[in-house]
T-cell receptor, first 113, second 113 residues
Framework: QKEVEQDPGPLSVPEGAIVSLNCTYS??????FMWYRQYSRKGPELLMY????GNKEDGRFTAQVDKSSKYISLFIRDSQPSDSATYLC?????????????FGKGTKLTVNP | DVKVTQSSRYLVKRTGEKVFLECVQD?????MFWYRQDPGLGLRLIYFSYDVKMKEKGDIPEGYSVSREKKERFSLILESASTNQTSMYLCASSVTGAKNIQYFGAGTRLSVL
């Protein structure tokens, strides 16, 4: 079983705070690491993805992967009320020649004005 | 932009009814997926399809079936709806060989009474 562990929260922060969202995994077969954002009553949408260990930045968002510790993070700088959503980590692995995707259960974030 | 359209946002059905959930994608993606999402349980894969007329069971296929007669359309069928199938249903699609990045529809909230 290729499992992904994610703290469900909920997480509540004031506007402008730095937010850290995290996932851990146990299987080194995972290759690509993604973060999805899901607003209330909507489907998940891809926020960022990364392959190698290290950081990837996109505006106020930074995705970090530490393959040696099997740990990934999403940092949100200068958080805004519009960032309030559930954030799901996801990871892919190869099985039978096709890519499989495993999701964490999601962390619900509320950014208070 | 990729668009995945689910035919209904909200659906109320009675126990024992046959229920059809329809999903259409407009980006010529080979792969299509059906998930259900429940509080505390996250996203769980029901069925997926890598090609027309092809289907594979996901993690929780019991009580469901699917149909993919055309590349752009993937239907989820509840042969005899039960109350434990009350849930949010999400359809997704992806391109083969693209890290299995999945694009989701807005979801169908199904209530079975």
């Amino acid at each position: 079983q290729k499992e992904v562990e994610q703290d469900p929260g909920p997480l509540s922060v004031p506007e402008g705070a730095i937010v850290s969202l995290n996932c851990t995994y146990s299987n080194s077969a995972f290759q690509y690491f993604m973060w999805y954002r899901q607003y209330s009553r909507k489907g998940p949408e891809l926020l960022m993805y990364t392959y190698s260990s290290g950081n990837k930045e996109d505006g106020r968002f930074t995705a970090q992967v530490d393959k040696s510790s099997k740990y990934i993070s999403l940092f949100i700088r200068d958080s805004q009320p519009s960032d309030s959503a559930t954030y799901l980590c996801a990871m892919t692995y190869l099985q039978g020649g096709s890519e499989k995707l495993v999701f964490g259960k999601g962390t619900k974030l509320t950014v208070n004005p | 932009d990729v668009k995945v359209t689910q035919s209904s946002r909200y659906l109320v059905k009675r126990t024992g009814e046959k229920v059809f959930l329809e999903c259409v994608q407009d980006m010529d993606h080979e792969n299509m997926f059906w998930y259900r999402q429940d509080p505390g349980l996250g996203l769980r894969l029901i069925y997926f399809s890598y090609d027309v007329k092809m289907k594979e069971k996901g993690d929780i296929p019991e009580g469901y079936s699917v149909s993919r007669e055309k590349k752009e359309r993937f239907s989820l069928i509840l042969e005899s709806a039960s109350t434990n199938q009350t849930s949010m249903y999400l359809c997704a699609s992806s391109v083969t060989g693209a890290k299995n990045i999945q694009y989701f529809g807005a979801g169908t909230r199904l209530s079975v009474l």
